[in-house]
């Protein structure tokens, strides 16, 4: 299975911009890049996801590497409800089915 | 809005009883999946299941079994509960076939074994 690099923990102030990066140098042609964050006592929840190009959606931005080999999850502007793991993942494509590999996350901090 | 929904937040057992925990979607989704939670550790992918009475092993599937004899259910059984089962546990969906779709998590339970 393709893994993913994440850094334990960041920091972010609020209304300030925060990027997440994301190391996969195994991955493969086929695969996707997710990102889903979790809030506290809650489960996982989708954020983004792409192949290939940049992705914008509401809730964020997703910069790929023209390699694919890392990619960076962007917060435009952090708010203290951002505050939480985020997880990095590749839909690693085996049978042709989904099968998501969550690794340790990055826990974000937002201060006030 | 679409639901994931786990049987129990909370749940305490006795080692060696017989654990169910339930998952039920309300999104049609072929795809169901069975993680647990452990610090330090991210989401680890137990049992997953692509059809109704299809099961898959994941990464982590010793000391557990799955049931899916109905679509929008996929139980998650613990034959004889040990200590290190306590955990948090995660049901996931998702629609069929494709990479690029996103999985949607239930809230989870948390088992003690005591």
């Known amino acids: 299975d393709a893994k993913t690099t994440q850094p334990n923990s960041m920091e972010s102030n609020e209304e300030e911009p925060v990027h997440l990066p994301c190391n996969h140098s195994?991955?493969?042609?086929?695969?996707?890049i997710h990102w889903y964050r979790q809030l506290p006592s809650q489960g996982p929840e989708y954020v983004i996801h792409?192949?290939?190009s940049n992705v914008n959606n509401r809730m964020a931005s997703l910069a790929i590497a023209e390699d694919r080999k890392s990619s960076t999850l962007i917060l435009h502007r952090a708010t203290l409800r951002d505050a939480a793991v985020y997880y990095c993942?590749?839909?690693?494509?085996?049978?042709?089915?989904?099968?998501?590999?969550f690794g340790a996350g990055t826990r974000l901090f937002v201060k006030a | 809005d679409v639901k994931v929904t786990q049987s129990s937040r909370y749940l305490v057992k006795r080692t060696g009883e017989k654990v169910f925990l339930e998952c039920v979607q309300d999104?049609?989704?072929?795809?169901m999946f069975w993680y647990r939670q452990d610090p330090g550790l991210g989401l680890r992918l137990i049992y997953f299941?692509?059809?109704?009475?299809?099961?898959e092993k994941g990464d982590i599937p010793e000391g557990y079994s799955v049931s899916r004899e109905k679509k929008e259910r996929f139980s998650l059984i613990l034959e004889s509960a040990s200590t290190n089962q306590t955990s948090m546990y995660l049901c996931?969906?998702?629609?069929?076939?494709?990479?690029?779709?996103?999985?949607?998590f239930g809230q989870g339970t948390r088992l003690t074994v005591v």
């Open positions: 996931a969906s998702s629609s069929p076939g494709q990479m690029n779709t996103e999985a949607f």
């Open positions: 195994t991955i493969s042609g086929t695969d996707y």
């Open positions: 792409g192949l290939t």
């Open positions: 993942i590749l839909r690693d494509f085996d049978t042709g089915g989904f099968k998501t590999i």
């Open positions: 999104m049609d989704h072929e795809n």
């Open positions: 299941s692509y059809d109704v009475k299809m099961k």
